[in-house]
C-alpha cells in the first residue's frame, strides 16, 4: 500500500464523517424537539387537571357558603312565613265565602 492510498482513505473517512454530521445533528435535534413536545403536553394535561380540582372545590365550597350562612337560613325562614300568610289568606277566603253563603 502506497502513502497516497493511505491518505486518499483518510481524507475520504474524514469527509464521510463531515457529510454525515449535519443529518446526525437534525436527527437529533428532531428528537429533542419531539421529545419537549411531548413533556409540554403532559404538563398541559396535569395543570388542566389541577385547575378542574381547583374549580370543583371552590363551586363545592360557595354552594356550602350559601347553604350556611344567615342570609339562606333568612331566605328559608321568609319562605316559611309566606308559605304561612298564604295558608292563614286561604282560610279567610274560605270563611268569607262560607260567611256570605249562609246570608
Known amino acids: 500500500m502506497a502513502l497516497d492510498q493511505v491518505s486518499d482513505s483518510i481524507t475520504q473517512v474524514n469527509t ?6 449535519p443529518a ?4 437529533t435535534l428532531f428528537q429533542t424537539a419531539s421529545a ?3 413533556i409540554s403536553l403532559q404538563n398541559a394535561v396535569h395543570a388542566q387537571n389541577n385547575q378542574y380540582a381547583l374549580n370543583n372545590a371552590t363551586a363545592v365550597e360557595g354552594v356550602n357558603l350559601l347553604y350556611t350562612s344567615p342570609t339562606a337560613a ?11 300568610f298564604e295558608g292563614v289568606l286561604a282560610k279567610l277566603d274560605g270563611l268569607v265565602l262560607t260567611t256570605q253563603a249562609l246570608r
Open 16 to 21: 464521510k464523517v463531515l457529510g454525515d454530521a
Open 24 to 27: 446526525q445533528a437534525m436527527g
Open 36 to 38: 419537549t413536545s411531548g
Open 74 to 84: 333568612s331566605a328559608a325562614a321568609s319562605t316559611k312565613i309566606d308559605a304561612g
